[in-house]
């Protein structure tokens, strides 16, 4: 069964950054394009970030130029660098694929406060 596990949450201050990391399991996860999302409180889960399986990447408008994703095939993880965060980038991040999505895992909060 496929298994997605996110880590690398926690509590920042604005400006500061975090990478979070999403270790796949039960896939061949090279052939698949994979991404991160988020669901702050209140809202939908939105895609922010995808790696295609060439590691093409491409991002939403609102992080474009602070967060970047990149992938490890061997390792079957991908990562999402978070840098310069706002109190707007407040959610629980997912990762899972593109084109295809599994069972969520349970996320990784991230809380950007003062």
């Known amino acids: 069964q496929v298994q997605l596990v996110e880590s690398g949450g926690g509590l920042v201050q604005p400006g500061e950054s975090l990478r979070l990391s999403c270790a796949a399991s039960?896939?061949?996860?090279?052939?698949?394009?994979m991404g991160w999302y988020r669901q702050a409180p209140g809202a939908q889960r939105e895609l922010v970030a995808q790696?295609?399986?060439?590691?093409?990447?491409n991002y939403a408008d609102s992080v474009k130029g602070r967060f970047s994703i990149s992938r490890d095939n061997a390792k079957k993880t991908v990562y999402l660098q978070l840098t310069r965060l706002k109190p707007e980038n407040t959610a629980v991040y997912y990762c899972?694929?593109?084109?295809?999505?599994?069972?969520w895992g349970q996320g990784t909060q991230v809380t950007v406060s003062s």
């Open positions: 790696i295609s399986v060439g590691s093409t990447t």
């Open positions: 899972n694929g593109v084109s295809t999505v599994w069972r």
């Open positions: 039960g896939i061949i996860f090279s052939v698949y394009n």
